[in-house]
């Protein structure tokens, strides 16, 4: 493999985008067989930003690999974990939920080397194959077993007597209303701003 780079690049820009001034770092990877033959097409990645001269090519290859593990936890956590399902219009309930969700996600990794894979019924190929590798969604169904194996530290909840709850006359303040933006012709979305 062989990592070239150019640095302090300039694009072509628009109207609206001035790219002159945004210089990036440009690479080209090229994977070569043993016969010095290239296997693919090379590819071209940019770097951009004000540290960019910071990250070696080697480091930004790196982070570009991990891409994918990144995608495949983003889609995994989304389906899997309810990760955008808990719908607040606090950002703070948010990034907390978030958190929570790479948490899990984190759990379901540490506890991948106790898991048994389950195959369903229709799982057929499953069961005969010894190499599988165990995935987090293998590890996330057999779960349960995991934690009631494991056993937990936490002591039983201890009741600390009856909340009082809110104070009789108290009116919470309502939402903020903002105003619905309607999709309409080009023309028209120019002249309208997000509240």
């Known amino acids: 493999?062989?990592?070239?780079?150019?640095?302090?690049?300039?694009?072509?820009?628009?109207?609206?985008?001035?790219?002159?001034?945004?210089?990036?770092?440009?690479?080209?990877i090229v994977v070569r067989d043993q016969e010095r033959n290239s296997?693919?097409?090379?590819?071209?990645?940019?770097?951009?930003?004000?540290?960019?001269?910071?990250?070696?090519?080697?480091?930004?290859?790196?982070?570009?690999?991990?891409?994918?593990?990144?995608?495949?936890?983003?889609?995994?956590?989304?389906?899997?974990?309810l990760m955008t399902s808990y719908l607040t219009p606090d950002v703070h309930h948010e990034e907390?939920?978030?958190?929570?969700?790479?948490?899990?996600?984190?759990?379901?990794?540490a506890a991948r080397k106790l898991a048994v894979v389950l195959p369903r019924d229709w799982e057929q190929y499953l069961k005969t194959n010894k190499s599988i590798k165990i995935t987090p969604s293998l590890v996330q169904r057999d779960f349960s077993r995991i934690?009631?194996?494991?056993?937990?530290?936490?002591?039983?909840?201890?009741?600390?007597?009856?909340?009082?709850?809110?104070?009789?006359?108290?009116?919470k303040a309502p939402r903020t209303r903002h105003d619905v933006i309607k999709k309409g012709s080009k023309k028209s979305t120019k002249n309208l701003k997000a509240p």
């Open 96 to 109: 907390n939920w978030f958190k929570l969700t790479l948490l899990s996600y984190v759990n379901l990794w």
């Open 39 to 81: 296997i693919w097409k090379p590819m071209w990645l940019i770097v951009i930003g004000s540290r960019r001269d910071e990250l070696s090519l080697v480091d930004c290859y790196q982070c570009y690999r991990q891409r994918y593990d990144m995608e495949h936890l983003f889609r995994f956590g989304e389906q899997r974990l």
């Open 147 to 171: 934690i009631t194996t494991l056993g937990t530290f936490a002591k039983f909840p201890k009741r600390r007597g009856f909340s009082s709850g809110r104070i009789k006359g108290y009116k």
């Open 1 to 28: 493999m062989t990592i070239s780079g150019w640095k302090q690049m300039l694009m072509r820009g628009t109207k609206n985008y001035k790219m002159n001034n945004h210089p990036f770092t440009l690479l080209q």
